[in-house]
């Protein structure tokens, strides 16, 4: 089951003296699926790296589960989040898709049949299964991004945290990792995701977060977040192409799904 994360007024400041995040409160409740968009330097990135103890608060408080991060090391927050990077060559390193996969639940403290069940069902789930005793250079972007995927479904964490999970995938793979963040949500599991795909965005979570310049400009559903004209332009962010579309053709209603739009069209229509 998932567990919440809450930030309490949290500023993040760089060695360099860039403040990027300025007093981000939130909570994402346990089972949720959340969605966090922005322009790049928003700080969406800085602030989900938090949640797993790579970054710690300049100030204000990160909470996983029932207790702060400050009082958990980074390898006792990978029990509990389990974080996919945007650039999967920071999070691979394993001579083979296998042993790469692996190495998340082996870490845990999983038994060795435990492990190669977990770690084989989480590449069938990837669509890499035939690849697990081949080296992951050998293989494409979008194949290592679904590898280090696979290692974090294979930890089982009740967070899953996915940054920019459809760069790089075709329609494909983007439907593998819709398949992925429905079958986390089944299981209960709290997942945030960073994202510049709206359409994504719009069809899979529930919840949208927008950022930028370190705060939260909106924070709610998609069909309302995404009416936010002020919010979005200060974010430089644009609606998913439906709402867009129905704003164009002037439509009382802005659907956001393939079957919302398609009702909307009947009733405009008629």
Known sequence: MG??????DLHFRYPSGVEAIRGVSLSVGAGERVAIVGQNGAGKTTLVRHLN???RPTSGIVVVGDAPTTDRSIAQLAAQVGYVFQNPDEQIFASTVR?????GPRNLGMGAQEITERSMAALSTVGLAAEADNHPLHLSLSERKRVALAGVLAMATPVVVLDEPTTGQDARGIEMIAGVVEGLEAEGRTVIAITHDMDFCAEHFDRVIVMAQGQVQ???????????TEALASAAVEPPQLFRLADHLG???RPLRVDAFVDAFADEAG
């Open 3 to 8: 567990v919440g994360v809450r930030f309490e």
């Open 53 to 55: 103890g790579i970054f």
């Open 99 to 103: 042993a790469d996969v692996e190495f």
């Open 218 to 228: 909106a924070d709610g559903p998609p069909d309302e977040v995404f009416g936010r």
């Open 251 to 253: 439509w009382t209603r």
